[in-house]
């Protein structure tokens, strides 16, 4: 890993604590934002897909955007979603992100009508010079439909304004293939979505993880990434085994959304924010929201985390 690289280490997709449909969850926010910054993780990512950010109003994004950049202070950077089918509702949050004092903005595949790479190059080149500021592109093709493909990256890469790419494709191999992109751009943070995968990742080059589990753990992933950093495989295996452990929380429930639940579903429990989810999904019901406090409870006791 290079410190030139502008993003490193644990950067938690934040959930969005929300009490109704249109109404941020204020004191749970508060709650969440001390608790991951004071886990030690390296930057926040707000309006992701951990966040809901499809299913929120547009003025809901904007205060969720003000109130986390005056809560974080500057401790660490804050990186803010603008995935839209709108191009300009995309620049439109952009904007917002930069005079709030954001430190880059994160952009998918425009979603619904799947683009072509040679349109997507295109979207991307044109998107760039409208945003005020840097771009981290996240690769999420099982909602998309889209990818990121290398070569089109490959020539992406000749734009400086894109420092990055987020990749939540899951797949090894592709990740891998990103690491090639050092050779046009040393510079970027390749980051890794998928938690259970935050070590391979960093073995293959990877700069650390955007790992929606440390909404709950954020020391845990922090430790993980640290033991990774250092060769401290000892410490790696540990970490590594209780993230695994605490994976089956996303095996409650059947529809795609339970990743976002179960996630909820535990800050709830630990008592930090509401578990409210935007329409058309719902909170956890008492049996799975059971299953979860057995799996939170069932966790290595040596491990740093907070207790339901």
């Not at 952009?94 to 040679?118: I, K, M, R, W």
């Not at 999420?140 to 987020?166: C, D």
Request: proline content about 6%; some cysteine.
């Amino acid at each position: 890993m290079s410190a030139n690289r502008p993003f490193h280490g644990i950067i938690p997709p934040l959930v969005t604590p929300l009490i109704d449909r249109d109404t941020l969850d204020i004191a749970g926010l508060e709650s969440l934002v001390e608790h991951v910054v004071g886990g030690g993780v390296h930057g926040l990512f707000i309006l992701g897909t951990t966040g809901e950010a499809p299913s929120l109003s547009y003025q809901l994004r904007w205060d969720l955007i003000d109130r986390v950049t005056k809560l974080v202070r500057g401790r660490v950077p804050v990186l803010v979603g603008i995935t839209d089918t709108s191009f300009v509702e995309s620049v439109n949050v952009a904007v917002h992100a930069a005079e709030c004092g954001a430190s880059a903005v994160v952009l998918a595949t425009p979603y619904y009508f799947p683009a072509g790479q040679t349109e997507l190059t295109g979207y991307i080149e044109n998107i760039v010079e409208k945003l005020p500021l840097p771009l981290v592109l996240y690769n999420m093709p099982s909602l998309t439909k889209v990818w990121f493909e290398i070569e089109t990256l490959r020539k992406l890469a000749a734009l400086n304004q894109i420092i990055g790419i987020k990749d939540s494709s899951g797949d090894l191999a592709y990740f891998e293939q990103l690491m090639t992109l050092r050779n046009e751009r040393p510079d970027w943070s390749i980051m890794m979505g998928p938690e259970a995968l935050l070590p391979e990742s960093m073995a293959l080059g990877g700069d650390g993880g955007v790992t929606g589990g440390a909404n709950a753990f954020p020391r845990l992933f922090v430790d993980c990434y640290d033991a990774c950093v250092a060769g401290d495989a000892a410490k790696r295996e540990k970490c590594t085994k209780t993230i695994n452990d605490f994976q089956n929380v996303y095996d409650i429930g059947k529809y795609a959304s339970r990743h976002i639940k179960a996630t909820k579903c535990a800050l709830s429990l630990m008592g930090i924010c509401d578990d409210f989810m935007a329409e058309p999904f719902h909170r956890f019901l008492a049996p799975e929201r059971a299953r979860v406090r057995e799996i939170l409870e069932s966790l290595d006791n040596s491990v740093e985390i907070k207790r339901p």
